[in-house]
């Protein structure tokens, strides 16, 4: 046996198998108790891309002075952040407060990534359009026209 061509197969061997490794780096995007929605949205949003380039994101609300008092405001904040990116991110470590800092951290789920592959990537959502605009009615006549069968049936009894 040829002791050159054994290292040289070796070689290609362990080169080929660093090929198919996917670094998987840590991403962390920091929030704070007083948070604008327009700001969470971006925040959110740029959270989803991380996610979808297959990093793990590390969620991080920061706490100052007597927000200290508060701390279910952070966990909303960040039960918000996994009601929005539940279908493609779970959940590694739950959110815990660590001093002034409360965090958690989220991966991409394998599941919710074939989902995703198998739609159109250019397909757009159909919105339907009313026709006539006389049958909508809204929440507040339904609502209204409810109260109204209730308290008929109630005269009725």
């Known amino acids: 046996m040829d002791y050159g061509k054994f290292r040289y197969e070796e070689a290609q061997r362990l080169k080929e198998s660093r090929k ?3 670094q998987i780096t840590m991403k962390e995007v920091k929030f704070k ?25 590390k969620v991080t609300l920061q706490f100052r002075g007597r927000e200290m008092a508060h701390p279910e ?3 909303k904040i960040l039960d918000a952040v996994i009601e929005q990116l539940g279908p493609i991110a779970k959940v590694d470590t739950p959110h815990r407060l660590e001093g002034r800092n409360m965090s958690m951290v989220l991966s991409p789920d394998k599941k919710a990534a074939k989902r995703s592959n198998l739609k159109p990537a250019s397909a757009k959502p159909v919105v339907a359009k009313p026709t006539n605009i006389s049958n909508i009615t809204t929440e507040t006549e339904t609502q209204n026209a409810k109260d109204e069968n209730i308290q008929d049936s109630q005269k009725a009894i």
């Open 33 to 57: 108790p007083k948070i604008a929605k327009g700001d969470f949205d971006t925040k959110v949003r740029h959270m989803l891309e991380f996610l979808d380039e297959g990093h793990k994101v």
């Open 73 to 75: 405001l952070g966990s």
């Open 20 to 22: 198919k490794t996917v």
